[in-house]
């Protein structure tokens, strides 16, 4: 089975030896536009992302999704014999990326020393928890961690509520999207500035942190700690959630003085822009209890539809708050085809997001979910690095595929 794409990184060589979420889903964005990603699995249990969350069937729902694209081999690379075939692949590869804890690969000879001088040209992302040095770099990191010790689980939720984690792998995810453009940086600088191969360290602390705002200024500066708003904002009114006439919710976001006036149009109250309650943004943060009372009592007397039609009509900023369902539903997710359906030979028709940024002349491309365990190893091992019949069979019989 051969990945044959016409992608904008058709030709880039990635090995990947990660495994759950942040090391996978870079692996991910770079097999969707077109890089040939060689998935690296334990011969015996594979990655844990296979049996991670709902599955189908026995099938994991999140290998899936996070593997499509994505060739899969069988190593156990902690072996001599596993180590030295990894060495050929490393030889043969642009990019690696691993999410081992630090000093894991050193233990078993394959840090960055060793490897950059098998393949000088070799850029490796490094992913972990802490970061590769620091007091904390060899405690075991996973998202929850970070977005425990990032900060954001304390500014989210509500005031008389606990610090509130996300429902999914928000920091992995976030870190990954730093590492993708940061190994693209580091290509660039290989390729078109004539620079040599290099290491990235990326933790999942820090990107997270990165985007919480200015809060290290704003405490140094103003001696202040931001607190947990639920789903207002200190910044600008009205920001929330609101329950319609039907039982749905829709959300506001007026940050601009105009859309706050249009919002008052929305609801048929135009007499509130004159109100001195909330003539200016800083005088409806002020009176916000009462300005989200106003607003909810009108949402009380209206259905969704009702709300969204007016709230389009005054060309004012508003949107229901979706379901997977009503986003699989939605005109305008299909209008841009923000999914689609793909065969897959353990799940048949599947339904996965579409690849996204969208490319006027070199789109990315879903051309398979996640593979079975291993069903690259012949692709991989024969043709890529040329083993024979005999060379595989011994390092089947010695546990290494």
């Known amino acids: 089975m051969t990945d044959d794409t016409d992608g904008p990184l058709a030709g880039l060589v990635v090995l990947e030896a990660g495994s759950m979420i942040s090391g996978p889903t870079v692996g991910r964005f770079l097999a969707d536009f077109g890089a040939t990603v060689i998935k690296i699995e334990h011969p015996d249990f594979g990655d844990h992302i296979r049996n ?34 990894f060495e050929d692949l490393v030889s043969d590869a642009d990019l690696l990326i691993e999410n081992f804890r630090p000093g894991t690969l050193e233990r078993w000879g394959l840090g960055w020393e060793h490897l950059s001088e098998v393949n000088p040209d070799l850029v490796m992302l490094r992913m972990s928890g802490f970061g590769q040095d620091g007091p904390y770099s060899e405690r075991p990191g996973f998202g929850t961690l970070a977005e ?71 405490y140094e500066q103003l001696g202040e700690i931001e ?45 509130l822009k004159d109100d001195p309650r909330f003539e200016t943004n800083a005088k409806r943060l002020e009176n916000v209890d009462e300005l989200d009372a106003i607003i909810q009592d009108w949402m009380d007397d209206h259905t969704r539809e009702e709300v969204l039609e007016a709230f389009e009509e005054a060309d004012a900023t508003l949107a229901p708050v979706y379901n997977v369902e009503d986003i699989l539903n939605d005109e305008h997710y299909a209008a841009r085809e923000a999914f689609l359906s793909v065969e897959d030979e353990d799940l048949g028709e599947a339904t996965v997001q579409n690849v996204f940024p969208k490319f006027s002349e070199t789109p990315g491309e879903v051309r398979h979910l996640g593979p079975s365990l291993g069903a690259h190893n012949d692709d991989v091992y024969r043709e890529r690095l040329g083993y024979d019949d005999e060379m595989l069979a011994e390092l089947k019989e010695e546990g290494a595929i």
């Open 52 to 85: 991670f969350g709902p599955k189908k069937d026995g099938v994991g729902l999140w290998h899936k999704y996070l593997s499509r694209n994505k060739q899969s081999i069988t190593l156990n690379i902690s072996t001599d014999t596993g180590g030295a075939v």
């Open 148 to 218: 425990a010790m990032s900060g954001f689980a304390y500014l989210n939720g509500f005031p008389d509520s606990p610090p509130l984690l996300p429902p999914t792998g928000l920091a992995d995810n976030i870190a990954a999207l730093f590492s993708t453009f940061a190994v693209m940086f580091a290509l660039y600088h290989r390729d078109v500035n004539d620079g040599g191969g290099q290491y990235i360290d990326t933790s999942l602390i820090e990107p997270i942190f990165g985007l919480l705002g200015p809060q290290p200024l704003r």
């Open 227 to 271: 607190e947990r708003s639920g789903n207002r904002s200190t910044s600008s009114a009205p920001r929330n959630v609101y329950r319609t006439g039907d039982d749905r919710w829709v959300a506001i976001s007026a940050s601009a003085q105009p859309l706050a006036m249009r919002t008052f149009d929305a609801i048929e109250r135009p007499d």
